[in-house]
Structure formats: C-alpha cells, structure tokens
C-alpha cells in the first residue's frame, strides 16, 4: 500500500540551531570538484569520442544518458536519502557513493582506448569497438554519478541552515561561486594542451596527446573531489535519521517500498493540476532548450572542425578543441559576473518576462553569427593561404566573443524560468517544489529529442555543427516571441518575493 502522510514522520537529531558558516562553506566547496568534471565533460568528451571512432552523426546519442538520469537518478537519490537511515547520516553515504562512482567512471574513460586495445582493438582502424564500449559505459556512470552527488550535497545544506532562512541565501550563494569556480578550474585545464607533461605514462600506443591531456585533466578533477569529499565527511556531522519507534515492520516496508509511487506518483499528479501559466512556461522553457542544446553538445567540436578547420584527431582540431574550451572559460566568468546583475536588469526592463525574452533574442544572434564565423575561417583558409589550425587573429576573436556573449543569456536561463516557476506556483496555490520538478521535465524532455536528432539533422544539411546551430537560433527567436506573448507579466510585489540565483546545467 502507499504510505500515507503520516507514516513518513520521523523523529531525528535534528540541529535546532543552524550551523556554523565554516561548515557550509565546506559542504558547498563540493560543488567546485563536480563542476570540474562538468566542464571538462562538457568541452572534451565529444571530440574525444569522435578519435574512437563514433562518427559526428552519432556522437549526440551519447549525451541521452544526462537528461534521462536527471529526470530518474536525482529524484529517486533526493526522495532516498530525505529517508535513509545509515548511521553515518542521510546525506554522506550518498556523496560518498557519488564520488567513487566519478572515480571509477573517470578510470573508464580515460583509460578507455587502453583497455580497448589491451583487449583487441587494432589502433590503425578508425572505429575501435570495444573503447567506445568502455567509454559509454563510464560516460553513462559519471552522468548519473554526478546526479548522485548535486542533490544529495543541496539537500545537506538546507539541513545545515536548519530553516534559517538568511544562512539558506548564504548556502546557495556559497554553492553558486564554487560552482562558477569548478567551471573555470575545468575549463582553464580543458584548454591547457601540455597537461600531460606533468604524467609521461598517461601517452601510449592507443593514447594520442589529445587522450593523454584528457586523462591528465581528470587526474585532477578526482583528486580535488576526493579531497573535498574526504573533509566533508570528516568534518560535517550528519546526524542519523531515526524511525518513529511506534511504526511497524509493515508501515517501515511500506515506506520503502512505495518510494517509486511517492516519487513519480506525485509529479504525475501536479502535471494533471498544471494551470495555464505553468503550462506556457512549460512550453517556452522548452523551445529555449532547444536554443541551448546543441550549443552545449557541439561548441567545442564546432571550434574544431568549422573554425581551426581540422579533421578529428590532427594536431589542428586539438588545437581547436582547446581553443573552445578557452572560450568556455570565458564564458563561465560572463556568467558568474550577470548572475549579479540578473535582479537590478529584470527591474529595469520591466520584469523578469522582460529580461529573459531580451537575452533569447541575443541568444539567436549569437547562434546565427557561427555562420558568419564559419564562413569568414573557411575563405581565410581557401582564398587567403592560411593553413588549418592557424585561423587568424580576428576569427579567434570572434569566435571566443561569441562564447563570452552567450554567458548572458545562460546566466538568465540558469534562474528566471525557476524564478517564474515560483511566482506562477505561489500565485496559484501550487507547491513550490513539485512545479519545479515538473519544470525540470520541460528541460531535459527537449535535451533527450536534441540528443537523438542532432547528429542525424547535421548529417542531412551536409554535415558539421552549423544544422544545428541554425536550428538553435531559431528555436531561440521563437521562444523570445513566445515568452512576450504567452507568459503572463508577474506583479512587482510577487517578484519581489522570489529570489533570482543562478543554477547550473546537468
């Protein structure tokens, strides 16, 4: 049967005061080493798949695994570990887990065209099977390690402020800066092509330098994690959840058992509830992902390809690669510097409405001028003698302007459709947490379409990243319409009720 409201009453150590900054800190300091493994996904591993062999048009498939675990793993480990009862608390065996499982899913990636040919895959052909097995399986295991980590570590430090609600601002603030942190950390060694200097072992015969440099970047990735998980377990107490003594064998089985109803069953009930602005938010959020998508898939890989001119794995699309990875640093500090400025911008255009269908249209702007870009690199390299990989001062220029642009129009998508989400929840009656949850499925809904067709949509306009850049920026157009047209405006005093902080993208 389904546990009924009461029977999920607990009685717990819970903290009756909140607890000190310094342990915020540290919790939130996790948030830097998961972001650096983020970033280092996000700018490396769809190139580097491409040298195992993974045709372009197929490379997208891979990154389902993201919006399928976000939309599974962290509801599931968010609702376990709100009911674990390890005596080592309910938060920590969940971070523990999630770290070893980055640990182990970085092993298999970096190591992934080793073991494929340590176990018969020839190098001298260009699709090694039995690698690009290792490496979607440890792809697959550090996306879904990753939800296991960022919940589990929020949940911690809302239990840290203890309800209070000015060192619950704090959290988040403190966990927003390590995650700007991460980024850049991530970034900074994505784009550093000596890396591999420091660990002569990590080049063999089946590791090229681009492989070496990849395996060197997440050495320190799972160092600074393991580091900083090791003194959040050792220094933040986590008290034991404790089950009401009253409750039965049968009530505790029920309890557990009924985790996947309560979890889902209760999502599936808000959507049926949805009222209209919610439901146009819904609608908009998602066009806008599908802006944002192949951007996050291909950005590297367009740098590589479109702009340095290099087929993958020649010294010129490496040089590209980490060139994109510059520019996403770049990026990441545009994106730290608006989130600032996010609430003083909404007020003077008019409301966050406003705001967000502003930076859309900066967004399309942005997308189309990749065309531009592209084309002025091709004709350098046709009409003007200069070779692949050496794009000249003004293409690097606008190519790295168009990554630090586009951290405006992300900053705002990391927080106003969650502010929104608020304002429309409250103003109805609904329940904050469950219509940000069905939010959620607007974002990772248009990733899983984006993942499955990108490749494929490239593939049939002739190849390369601008199909789906194209398709982006009309996406992106279309949802600044929409979102001047569908959304209702907020009044001034609920927007100023809700406050804006800027999230990040798993």
């Known amino acids: 049967m389904e546990p009924s409201s009461s029977s999920l009453q607990v009685e717990t150590a819970d903290r009756k005061q909140p607890s000190p900054l310094r342990k915020m800190f540290a919790v939130s300091s996790l948030a830097a080493g998961i972001q650096f493994g983020w970033a280092l996904q996000l700018s490396l591993l769809t190139p580097y798949v491409q040298t195992l062999g993974v045709p372009h048009a197929w490379s997208s498939f891979i990154w389902l695994c ?41 092993f298999l990636i970096g190591y992934a065209a080793d073991i494929g040919h340590a176990t018969g895959d020839d190098i001298t052909r260009k699709t090694r099977p039995r690698a690009v097995a290792i490496f979607v399986i440890g792809f697959w295991i550090l996306d879904v390690a990753n939800n296991m980590l960022q919940g589990p570590c929020r949940a911690f430090l809302g239990d840290l402020a203890a309800g209070d609600q000015k060192k619950t601002r704090t959290a988040n603030a403190f966990y927003s800066f390590f995650m700007a942190i991460g980024n850049v950390l991530g970034y900074a060694a994505g784009s550093y092509d000596k890396l591999h200097r420091l660990f002569p072992f990590t080049e063999t015969k089946a590791c090229n330098v681009f492989c070496a440099n990849l395996k060197s970047c997440f050495f320190f990735s799972i160092l600074l994690l393991l580091v900083l998980c090791i003194i959040v377990l050792v220094c933040v107490e986590d008290p034991q959840l404790k089950l009401d003594s009253s409750r039965t064998n049968d009530e505790t089985e029920d309890m557990q058992t009924g985790l996947w109803y309560s979890c889902f069953g209760e999502l599936g009930a808000a959507f049926k509830g949805l009222q209209k602005p919610m439901l146009m938010l819904m609608l908009v959020t998602a066009i806008n992902w599908v802006a944002w998508f192949p951007y996050v898939l291909f950005d590297t890989d367009w740098m590589g390809r479109e702009v340095y001119g290099g087929d993958v794995g020649s010294p010129a699309y490496d040089a590209g690669v980490h060139a994109g990875s510059l520019g996403l640093m770049l990026n990441s500090i545009v994106l730290a510097v608006m989130s600032l400025a996010v609430e003083p911008l909404s007020r003077l255009v008019g409301g966050v409405k406003w705001l967000w269908a502003i930076v859309n249209v900066i967004l399309a702007v942005g997308m189309a001028m990749t065309v531009v870009i592209t084309n002025a690199a091709r004709n350098e390299r046709r009409h003007d003698g200069i070779m692949a990989g050496h794009p000249s001062t003004a293409v690097k220029a606008g190519a790295l302007s168009f990554f630090s642009v586009l951290g405006i ?48 949509w490239d593939k049939w306009f002739g190849g390369g990243n601008l199909p789906a850049f194209v398709l982006g920026a009309v996406a992106a157009g279309v949802s600044a319409v929409l979102a001047v047209i569908l959304l209702p405006t907020p009044k001034p005093a609920d927007e100023s009720k809700t406050s804006v902080t800027v999230g990040s993208f798993h």
Not at 429 to 442: D, E, I, K, P, W
């Open 409 to 456: 129009p992300l900053a705002i998508t990391f927080s106003v459709p969650f502010a929104l989400a608020s304002i429309y929840s409250s103003t109805s009656g609904a329940g904050q947490g469950l219509s940000l949850g069905v939010l959620n499925v607007s974002i990772v809904v248009p990733q899983m379409i984006v993942s499955a067709i990108s490749g494929q």
């Open 66 to 106: 993201g919006p399928i675990s976000g939309l599974v793993v962290q509801p599931i480990v968010g609702y376990s570990s709100d009911r674990c009862t390890s005596r080592f608390g309910r938060r920590r065996p969940f971070i523990m887990s999630g770290a070893l499982a980055v640990a182990i899913s970085v």
